[in-house]
């Protein structure tokens, strides 16, 4: 195989683990899943992947993001690219201050409603989820891509090659 690298898929709906493990495998990945945040940064941790792909809802509204969250803060994991899978729309921006975008978002009352602002910036790719948390405080974390579910595997494989080049 010319690919050994390795991916985790976290998410609760073994359908969607079972079909996105079967297009990673068949292109030469290695792959890992788990059902829950707990499972999942615990194998996190332990196989140091090369890329990890988040479900949003899980046990909870926003588990997904509470993964990501201790991802990217983690000095040892925070290396690691991650794709979130959501049905969620994706707001696009061409301002490569993500965060910036989705605080003016945020202030919009045609938005200040929304529990979860996810952008991505259309020039640099950058991307961010913005959400209110179970006590309506505003969480930010960058991530590197988000993926519609169900999730089609013309878009994937191309997302995956892109963040595992850079």
Same mark, same amino acid.
């Given at each position: 195989m010319k690919n050994l690298k390795k991916i985790i898929i976290v998410d609760d709906d073994i359908d969607v683990i079972t079909a996105v493990e079967s297009i990673l495998t068949a292109k030469g990945f290695k792959v890992f899943s788990a059902n829950d945040k707990k499972e999942g940064l615990e194998l996190i941790i332990k196989e140091n992947p090369d890329l990890a792909i988040l479900d949003v809802m899980m046990t909870t509204q926003f588990e997904g993001f509470e993964l990501a969250e201790s991802i990217v803060k983690n000095q040892t994991l925070k290396h690691i690219p991650i794709i979130i899978q959501t049905s969620i729309e994706v707001l696009t921006t061409t301002k490569p201050s993500v965060q910036a975008m989705a605080q003016q978002f945020r202030q919009n009352p045609?938005?200040?409603? !929304?529990? %979860? #602002? !996810? +952008?991505? /910036? @259309? %020039?640099?790719? *950058?991307?961010? +989820? /913005?959400?209110?948390? $179970? *006590?309506?405080?505003? %969480?930010?974390?960058?991530?590197?891509?988000? %993926? &519609? &579910?169900? +999730? *089609?595997?013309? #878009? !994937? #494989?191309? $997302? #995956? $090659? &892109? @963040? @595992? *080049? &850079?």
């Open positions: 045609d938005y200040s409603d !929304l529990r %979860v #602002i !996810l +952008v991505k /910036d @259309l %020039v640099t790719g *950058n991307a961010g +989820v /913005d959400y209110l948390n $179970e *006590n309506n405080e505003t %969480v930010w974390f960058p991530v590197n891509a988000f %993926v &519609k &579910k169900p +999730v *089609n595997a013309s #878009i !994937l #494989i191309p $997302e #995956i $090659e &892109k @963040l @595992l *080049n &850079k």
